[in-house]
């Protein structure tokens, strides 16, 4: 019988969705002999390693264990690139758990795992949810779904540096340690009130490690006003722009120390040192804001933005390819709380797909759901009378109609609310409908509304393997076919893949 605590020796088989190995334990025999086999889930294993490992969780068919001790490594392991990721491990293999503020960092959860083997695993995962869940034969998949299109391969020129540096966006956390000292990292692994104090992050760009340096040591002599509560530093960089915004978020108190904090930051940016400027090309400062948040008992969260200095948004360029009309360069304004695909090179290549599945101009109107600045709206403006984008955020259809009109795209029309709200109350009439919603999928009956339409064509963009195949086998439930699937890595070292589905009512 097997119970927390036991000490047991696995084989991991295969990784599963949420980045976890999954190793079988044998566990005795049922009645008619056969053996009986309870699925583990381990964190930090590739498959094909042998490990000991203490159960720490276990449930009537499955178990959680932490690996004390890796006896052989799996064949796609690879070194990690940073100092930060994973636990330390002895030469004997050995597992050091105790608490190291620069390892364990959350950040990402695959660099122990080659990279063309990420793919693989992500495209495995999507294959498993479709055929699994959304109840579409193993066969049919496979005839539709296309390999994971990583930042290598085809991707590889917007690429050079392989699939590293490709984040455009970075929300570093504040904490004390058990001993009071001020620390600003990203949140470890499993441990959300401790910090990995950053030095060097290969996600984003060769300078965070020196800004982060330059800023615990700021923050670390201040004296905070009582109750007042550094809560998170937020940088963005445009990586076709290079341009970068700067957001102290600060909880509750007083914030009076705006002024110097600024000459700092600016400081950093005037002296960067010759090494960071070969490194990060032309990024350069030009916004630097505080964000109040003021967090009461009782009333909802309010987030108070100051700009400090420089502009109310920072730039970033996306360059689509629109096709006959070649490349599109569009331009889009960030304000500290708009969302922006974080991965900007991976986006361009996951929004021309968008526009290639949408089929050549002409048509008389499209939906965009859940079109949060209205990125997608806008790359898809050409190609029809009226593209209408629905959102729940308000200030992100404001940066929507801001960016329209940069990019002077005129026949867009935006809804803010609940897309299950709103759908029913527009016009049937649409020859193609896009929906990018969040983790969770779409409901029933935003399915069933769509259903009401006049749509033919319906592209699904996913960043969510699972609730985008339960949405499917909806959708083919009332007689819509599966036309289109293609896995887009958009965050290598990590276990996150989007989908882009295009489906068709025939
Ligand atoms: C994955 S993001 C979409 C991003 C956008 N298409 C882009 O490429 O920049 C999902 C968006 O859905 C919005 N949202 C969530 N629930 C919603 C709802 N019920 N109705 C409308 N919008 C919603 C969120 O605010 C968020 O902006």
Redesign the pocket.
Known sequence: MIKKGDIVNLTVENLVFGGEGVARLATGVDEAGRERRMAVFLDGVVAGDEVEAEIVALKRNLARARVKRFVKYGDSRVQPRCAHFGVNVDSDGRVDGRYDAKKNCGGCSWQMLDYDKQLVVKWAEVRDSLVRLGGIPANEVDRILLPTLGMAGDAAAKFPDGPWYYRNKMDFSFTRNPAGKLCLGLHMKGRFHDVTEIEECFLFRPWVGDFLRRMREFFEGLELVDGTVLSSLIVRAGTNTGEVMVNLLVENGEVDFGENWVEVVREFWEAKSEKCKAQSGEDNLVSVFVTHIINKKGQPKRFVEKLLWGRESFREKLRVDGGDAGVKELSFDVAPQA???PNTKQ?EVFYSLVRRLAGGGGKKRIF?????????AIVLADLAEKVVG????AP?VENARANAALNKADNLEWRV????KLLPELAKEVDLIVV???RAGLSEKIIDTIGLTAAKELIY?S?NPTTLARDLKLFLGKGWKLDFAQPIDQFAQTYHIETVVKIKMV
Request: glycine residues 14%.
């Open positions: 969302f922006l695909q986006a965009d759901l859940f079109c949060g600045t209205g990125t997608i629905i959102e729940l955020n992100a609310g609940d897309v299950g990018d919603p969040p963009v960043c």
